[in-house]
């Protein structure tokens, strides 16, 4: 019986040195799935503001604000904590990675207007 007992333990060491050189399985491939949301032009109206882009978090994505609204349209965009200003007629490129934006239209003017196109384009996984 003895001789089973060393057997069987010198087994299990080898085993487990066996088990030591055996490298376990690559994690599964990081899938990157791209996406694009348009929002599109919208008429606010006289002196009021409209929430265009609630509060939405980006791992990467590219904003493209078309300028193709009216100039008494003010968007104040909020990337975290910093907030900018642009225009309905202002053309611009916001990249963003891990971050949070908010886009807000607020007329100016006293009659209604128009907001630009923004475009987003964006990777998640």
Do not use: C
């Not at 010198?10 to 030591?20: P, Q, Y």
């Not at 007629?89 to 923004?118: F, G, K, W, Y």
């Amino acid at each position: 019986m003895a001789r089973e007992v060393i057997v069987g333990v010198i087994g299990g060491a080898v085993g487990a040195g066996l088990m030591k050189l055996v490298k376990p399985p690559p994690p599964p491939p990081l899938v990157i799935t791209p996406a694009k949301t348009v929002i599109a032009k919208q008429t606010i109206p006289a002196g009021g503001t409209v929430t265009l882009l609630p509060s939405t978090s980006f791992k990467f994505a590219i904003i493209l604000f078309h300028g193709d609204g009216d100039s008494q349209v003010r968007l104040d965009v909020t990337v975290d904590n910093t907030t900018v200003s642009i225009y309905g007629n202002d053309q611009a490129i916001e990249l963003l990675a891990n971050q949070t934006i908010v886009v807000t239209a607020v007329n100016t003017d006293t009659t209604a207007r128009s907001s630009p196109t923004i475009e987003i384009a964006y990777l998640s996984w």
